[in-house]
């Protein structure tokens, strides 16, 4: 390793360029010439360049770097592209009679001065100067011949290069472009994920996340299952090591983010997969993100820079609670990227890396061809199905036409399930295992080596599996179905290869009577309550429900859930853990759970009555007031247990004050028309003559934002209320009661954001011509080679 630490291996380096294809090389060629020469390049659709792969107008500024073409003089220029997919291939001038002919028209017509061709093969010395010889031949006034050695040392040269063509790093010997830190944290997250690398498709939602990153320190990927958010993000936490020797920590909540910022070690790559939910939108995380943001934000403005994802769905539920208003960054529209948003070219490139990658045999992949085109134009197109169709275990039986291929891209729920059915009995004993099992915390998975608790056992047996076969199963389903990770102490565990996967085997799951009893018993707490719901059989399905649970099971999970709502406080449980346990199975009852399921519930927990009746305020965001009405529309609530509630929320209707029984659909539910005169009655007597002194105290009391104050919104919710009731001069009273406590009321600290945006790279802004629609040469062409 020389002195700098850039290069850790001996020798020069070589990657496999022979393994792209013949488009995603001609990329990677605008790339070097875009990143490393900074020059802004056209690119041309193969068949309809006449002749150029891309061409350059204008004059030429000089490089910075030292290995740039200091020597190339004013254009028109032309770039050819020349890709064999055989290794070590050396480049003959005989195969280059049809580019003289090519590049002779292009100088007629005024088009080519310079000519550069690039390849991935090896050019001879003497190659190279017959080359030369014969474009000068045909007119052009200066040719340049640049080999795939002379790419391998730009890539190794240039780290900017590598953030926005990160696929390269699958493509050769990362000891001999990282440094020893860089190189050991690439290492790393690359272990378990080499496929994906190697598979891995520059897109546009990658650049502009590559940039949000490089510029505001700050990205949050959205998209549905199965697009590429946590790809993109591992190719991002690379990149990061690469560029800027983050050390990358990837963390699981956003109080373990401020927990691990070192304020004195600017270069840390934190990277939060699910950041508001796994599979469903959980209310605790995005409260804890709301706030935490003003020490995250602290962070990135001090150097830390922060990937967040998270599936659409579930960030459209969790975006009203944050307090986005505060934090300029999160509404920068630059550091919110759409992965899903694929252009034609994008979705084309992964279908083809994913085919050339998995082990479909050439003749297999021959019968493919000429369906893939309408393959990458099926709707929806998910990365994740197109790295199913390159590999046989999935594709079994699968009519290779063009119905067939499109039908197993847009519905591979459809097909999956068939794939289930199909394995033997030990890959079904091994996935329920892995499904069922999150050992704790830090470990989301199965332990490596494999040690069978009880539970475990029980499902082994019920599945008719064995420990050896179950050991066994285990690697043969090692890249498919399954990924060997490995947690930050160094513990390699078994999860799904990819979510869909998992929730696949879970839509299964519900057709094997004899594996689901043990399958519930082997989930962990946590499982159960973020990947099941006990709703009405035919019953529409939750966005990110994994699995439903049969009446015949209700008093079962009913028992564990009440078990898990009384236990105490354990010894090293602090008070949020236990706030977010407790969250937890009061969202499970409020939204997870069907009326026969709450009449087995509080059979075995009618001690909830009494916890439900001690909601706070703001009782509209209290869950238990949706369990409340929850019971009473199922007629499972005892009268006696209305009527607290409703005392209840008169206490906090004056002290608070809470105007949600005036609104909400909980209190539309819960009180008659009588309770609700009787509640206006109730704040006329006991409030409106008391508004000044309580006024006083709400504004001592204030520790919020002005933006989201409930005094306030329940005083305005008041004004309203008397309004529509004509009870004018109660409405004046109170308008006069918010003028006064918005004085009184002391002003919200300022942001700890303080941010503006940088300049953009002007080479970032120049637009890019998309590639003409009418090209002749399918990018499938060679995938059979």
Request: charged letters at 25%.
């Amino acid at each position: 390793m020389n002195s700098a630490g850039e290069v850790a291996a001996v020798g020069s380096p070589r990657f496999a360029l022979h393994t792209l294809g013949w488009r995603a090389f001609q990329d990677l060629c605008a790339a070097v010439l875009r990143e490393v020469w900074g020059q802004t390049v056209q690119s041309f659709a193969d068949s309809n360049d006449g002749g150029r792969d891309g061409a350059f107008y204008g004059t030429w500024p000089p490089p910075t770097g030292p290995n740039g073409a200091h020597d190339v003089p004013p254009g028109p220029f032309v770039l050819q592209c020349k890709h064999t997919k055989k290794a070590d291939a050396t480049l003959a001038p005989s195969e280059l009679d049809d580019e003289f002919d090519k590049a002779r028209a292009l100088v007629k017509r005024g088009l080519c001065g310079t000519y550069v061709l690039l390849t991935n093969a090896r050019v001879t010395g003497s190659s190279e100067a017959k080359i030369s010889r014969r474009l000068r031949a045909a007119g052009v006034t200066h040719p340049l011949v640049l080999d795939g050695q002379w790419l391998s040392d730009i890539i190794t040269a240039h780290r900017g290069l590598r953030m926005f063509v990160p696929r390269v790093y699958g493509l050769g010997d990362l000891s001999q472009i990282l440094d020893d830190r860089a190189y050991a944290q690439a290492s790393k997250l690359m272990a378990s994920a080499a496929e994906q690398v190697t598979a891995f498709v520059v897109t546009d939602a990658y650049r502009k996340a590559a940039r949000a990153l490089r510029d505001r320190g700050f990205v949050l990927l959205l998209g549905d299952p199965a697009v590429g958010k946590s790809v993109i993000a591992m190719m991002l936490a690379i990149s990061a090591a690469d560029n800027w020797g983050c050390t990358t920590i990837k963390v699981r909540t956003s109080e373990e983010l401020v927990q691990r910022w070192n304020t004195h070690q600017k270069e840390q790559f934190f990277w939060l997969d699910d950041a508001f939910g796994a599979v469903r939108h959980e209310e605790h995380l995005t409260h804890a993100w709301s706030r935490d943001l003003p020490h995250v934000m602290s962070a990135v403005d001090n150097g830390a820079r922060v990937v967040l994802t998270s599936r659409s769905y579930i960030y459209n539920e969790a975006r009203p609670l944050l307090k986005r208003y505060a934090y300029p960054r999160l509404n920068a529209p630059d550091v919110i990227v759409d992965v899903a948003d694929l252009s034609r070219d994008e979705r084309q490139q992964i279908l083809y890396n994913h085919l050339a990658a998995g082990d479909q045999s050439q003749d297999v992949r021959t019968q493919m061809k000429p369906h893939l085109e309408a393959a990458a134009d099926a709707t929806p197109f998910r990365p994740e199905a197109a790295r199913r169709l390159g590999l046989q275990t999935f594709t079994s039986g699968l009519p290779l036409t063009q119905q067939g291929i499109t039908t197993f891209i847009a519905q591979p729920q459809q097909l999956l399930r068939e794939v289930y059915d199909q394995l033997d009995t030990h890959a079904h004993a091994a996935l329920a295992l892995t499904y069922s099992t999150a050992r704790d915390e830090t470990l989301p998975g199965l332990p490596s080596p494999i040690a069978l608790a009880t539970g475990d056992r029980d499902i082994v047996e019920r599945a008719g599996s064995t420990l050896a076969g179950v050991s066994k199963a285990l690697v043969s389903l090692t890249g498919t179905f399954l990924r060997l990770n490995t947690s930050p102490e160094g513990q390699q565990y078994w999860a799904f290869h990819h979510p869909t996967l998992r929730e696949g085997f879970a839509a299964w799951l519900t057709t094997q009577p004899h594996l689901l009893p043990v399958v519930l018993t082997g989930m962990t707490d946590q499982a159960l309550l973020s990947r099941t719901d006990c709703l009405t059989p035919g019953s529409r399905q939750r966005q990110g429900t994994l699995l439903r649970i049969p009446p015949s099971l209700y008093p079962e999970v009913a028992r564990r859930i009440a078990a898990l709502r009384q236990q105490p406080s354990g010894p090293l449980e602090d008070w949020r853990q236990l706030h977010e346990r407790k969250w937890a199975v009061q969202t499970y009852l409020a939204h997870n759970t069907s009326d026969s399921f709450l009449r087995a519930y509080v059979a075995v927990d009618p001690q909830i009555y009494k916890e439900l009746e001690q909601f706070v305020s703001p009782a509209s965001y209290d869950k238990l007031t949706l369990i409340l009405s929850r019971l009473h529309q199922a007629k499972l609530l005892p009268e006696v247990c209305r009527q607290n509630a409703i005392d209840r929320m008169k206490e906090l209707a004056v002290s608070s004050p809470d105007a949600s029984w005036i609104d909400d659909e909980v209190w539309q539910i819960l009180l008659t028309a009588t309770d609700r005169e009787a509640m206006f009655e109730h704040v006329l007597r006991e409030l409106i003559p008391h508004l000044e002194e309580r006024v006083e105290d709400w504004a001592a009391e204030f520790s919020g934002d002005e933006g989201d104050d409930p005094v306030e919104n329940a005083l305005r919710s008041y004004e309203m209320a008397f309004q529509e009731r004509r009870e004018t001069d109660t409405a004046s009273t109170i308008d006069w009661a918010i003028d006064s406590y918005q004085q009184m009321r002391p002003e919200p600290e300022e942001s700890a954001s303080d941010w503006s945006p940088n300049a953009t790279d002007l080479r970032e802004r120049l637009s890019q011509v998309r590639r003409r629609s009418g090209s002749q040469r399918s990018l499938f062409d060679d995938i059979d080679q």
